[in-house]
C-alpha cells in the first residue's frame, strides 16, 4: 500500500501537517500557561499588597482622642475578608508566631507539615511556587507588614493553581484529541484528493499496456483543466502519433525495400536459370550483362539505403572545405553533357554572381547529380535542362529548371519521402527507387540549406536549393 504515490504523499501531508498541529499546540499551551500564572500570581501579589494597606492606614470615620482605629492583625474578620475560593491568608507576628490565619489552612495545618513550613520559610517579599500531591501546585507570596514605619510581622497569601491546572489538563487533552483527529481525517481526506489527481496517470498506465505495435491508434484523449496531469496526458497521445507515423513509415519502408530488392532479384534469378539452360555463348553473354546491370541496380538501392540511414541516426559526417559553386556546376555540366545529347535534351548552364559556400564538395556533386539525373529521365527528347547559380543576400542559390513531363500538385509534398513515385510520371521502368530526392533533401539541410519545387504538369519543374554562403 506504502508504495502508492497518493499514500506516500497523504502521509507526507499529514507528517507536515503533525509537526504544525504540535507546533501550535505547544505555543497555545505554553501562551495560555503563562497568562493563567502571571494572572495567578498578580492576584496573589495584589491581595497582600491590599492587606498591607489597610493595616498601615486607620479606618476612615472611627477615631480615638482624634485618632483613626487601625486595623488588629489579629481579627479573624481580616483574613475572611481577603480570603476566597483558592486563596488563603497567613498573618504572622514580628516574632514568627501565627497569629491569623483562613480557615482552610487552619485546616490543614496538621495535615500537610512542608505547606506550613514553607510559610514559615518564606521571608518577606519573595514569590514562590510549590506543588504538594494532595493539594496541588501553588503560589506563595511574603510581604511585611509595618504601620508608621514600624514592623508589626509579615503577611503570606497562597493562592492555589488547581483550577489553573485542571483547565491546562483539559486544553491539553483537547488538543491532543483535535490533532489526532485531524490527522485522521487529513490522511483520509488526503488519500481520496490524491487518488481522485492522480487517477488520470492509472488511466495512462492502463492504456500504455494496452497498446501494442499493431494497435497504436488508441489515445487517452485525456478533458480536464490543463495541469501537469492533463499536459502528462496529452504527451502521450502526441508520442503516440510520433510512434504510429514512425512504425507505419518503418512497415512501409520495409515494405517497399523489399519490392525494389526483389524485383532485380526476381531478374537475376529468371536470367541465370535461362543461361544455365541455354548452350549458345552469345545468350550467356546476354544473360551475364542483364544479371550485372540488375546488381549494379541493387548496389545502387542499398547504398542509397545506408546513406539514409547513417543520415538519419547523426553517423554521416560531411568533410567540409570552401566550394565554388561556380566549379562544380560546371563539372556536373561537363558529366551529363554527353547523356543528354543522346537522349535529345539540350542541356545549358546559365552563370550568375560567383559563390562559395562552406560543405562537402562530393555530397553537393551528388546532390546536383541527382536532380540533373532526375531533369534528363523525365525530360522528353526536343526538351531543354537549365542550371542557373545565384545569390539572395547571404544565400546561394542553385536552380535547375527542366521542360519534362511536370509533377501534380497534390504530389509535390510527397516527393522528397523515400520511395515515394508519382503516377505515370515516376515509373519504375525509368528504373528509379525513389530515393534520390530524399538524398537530396538530406544534403540541403546537412548544410543548413533548404530545397525547394515547382511544377506543372505538361510543362516542366524547377527545383531550387539554398545553401548559406561563406561571404
Request: hydrophobic share 40%; with cysteine; glycine share 8%.
Amino acid at each position: 500500500m506504502f508504495k502508492k504515490i497518493r499514500w506516500k504523499l497523504s502521509l507526507w501531508y499529514a507528517g507536515l501537517l503533525a509537526v504544525i498541529l504540535i507546533i501550535l499546540g505547544v505555543a497555545l499551551y505554553q501562551a495560555l500557561e503563562h497568562s493563567l500564572m502571571a494572572e495567578a500570581i498578580r492576584t496573589t501579589v495584589t491581595r497582600a499588597q491590599q492587606i498591607s494597606a489597610l493595616i498601615d492606614a486607620p479606618e476612615i470615620g472611627d477615631t480615638v482622642n482624634g485618632q483613626g482605629t487601625f486595623v488588629d492583625i489579629t481579627d479573624p474578620d481580616l483574613v475572611n475578608k481577603f480570603s476566597s475560593e483558592g486563596i488563603y491568608i497567613e498573618i504572622s507576628d514580628q516574632g514568627g508566631k501565627v497569629v491569623n490565619r483562613s480557615f482552610f489552612l487552619e485546616k490543614h495545618r496538621l495535615s500537610d507539615s512542608r505547606l506550613l513550613s514553607i510559610l514559615k520559610s518564606s521571608a518577606p517579599g519573595t514569590l514562590e511556587i510549590r506543588g504538594f500531591t494532595d493539594l496541588g501546585r501553588i503560589v506563595v507570596y511574603a510581604m511585611p507588614l509595618s504601620r508608621n514605619g514600624q514592623n508589626l510581622g509579615t503577611v503570606k497569601v497562597v493562592r492555589s493553581l488547581t483550577l489553573m491546572d485542571r483547565a491546562l489538563d483539559r486544553l491539553q487533552l483537547l488538543l491532543w484529541f483535535l490533532s489526532g483527529g485531524g490527522l485522521i481525517l487529513a490522511i483520509g481526506v488526503g488519500a481520496a484528493l490524491a487518488k481522485a489527481a492522480l487517477s488520470p496517470i492509472d488511466h495512462i498506465t492502463r492504456t500504455a499496456r494496452q497498446i501494442r505495435a499493431e494497435g497504436l491508434n488508441r489515445r487517452l484523449n485525456l478533458s480536464g483543466p490543463d495541469d501537469e496531469v492533463t499536459r502528462l496526458a496529452n504527451a502521450f497521445d502526441e508520442m503516440l502519433d510520433r510512434l504510429e507515423t514512425a512504425f507505419q513509415r518503418e512497415r512501409q519502408f520495409t515494405a517497399d525495400v523489399s519490392h525494389e530488392l526483389r524485383t532485380p532479384l526476381t531478374v537475376i534469378k529468371g536470367t541465370a536459370e535461362v543461361a544455365l539452360r541455354g548452350k549458345d555463348p552469345q545468350e550467356c553473354t546476354e544473360a551475364l550483362t542483364t544479371v550485372d546491370g540488375e546488381v549494379d541496380r541493387m548496389t545502387n538501392i542499398i547504398n542509397a539505403l545506408l546513406t539514409l540511414a547513417r543520415a538519419d541516426a547523426g553517423q554521416q559526417q560531411l568533410e567540409t572545405e570552401r566550394v565554388n559553386l561556380q566549379d562544380l556546376v560546371e563539372d556536373v555540366l561537363a558529366t551529363f553533357s554527353s547523356l543528354a545529347a543522346e537522349k535529345g535534351i539540350s542541356l545549358d548552364a546559365e552563370a550568375g554572381a560567383p559563390a562559395e559556400v562552406h560543405g562537402d564538395r562530393e555530397r553537393l556533386r551528388q546532390l546536383l547529380h541527382n536532380l540533373v539525373t532526375n531533369a534528363i529521365k523525365y525530360t522528353q527528347r526536343g526538351g531543354t535542362i537549365t542550371i542557373s547559380l545565384g545569390k539572395d543576400g547571404d544565400w546561394a542559390k542553385i536552380t535547375v529548371v527542366d521542360t519534362g513531363i511536370g509533377i501534380p500538385e497534390n504530389d509535390l509534398p510527397h516527393i522528397f519521402e523515400r520511395f515515394y513515385r508519382v503516377d505515370r510520371a515516376r515509373s519504375r521502368a525509368k528504373g528509379g527507387a525513389g530515393l534520390g530526392l530524399s538524398i537530396v533533401k538530406w544534403i540541403a539541410q546537412a548544410h543548413g540549406g533548404r530545397i525547394d519545387v515547382e511544377s506543372e504538369v505538361g510543362k516542366g519543374s524547377t527545383f531550387t536549393v539554398w545553401l548559406p554562403c561563406t561571404d
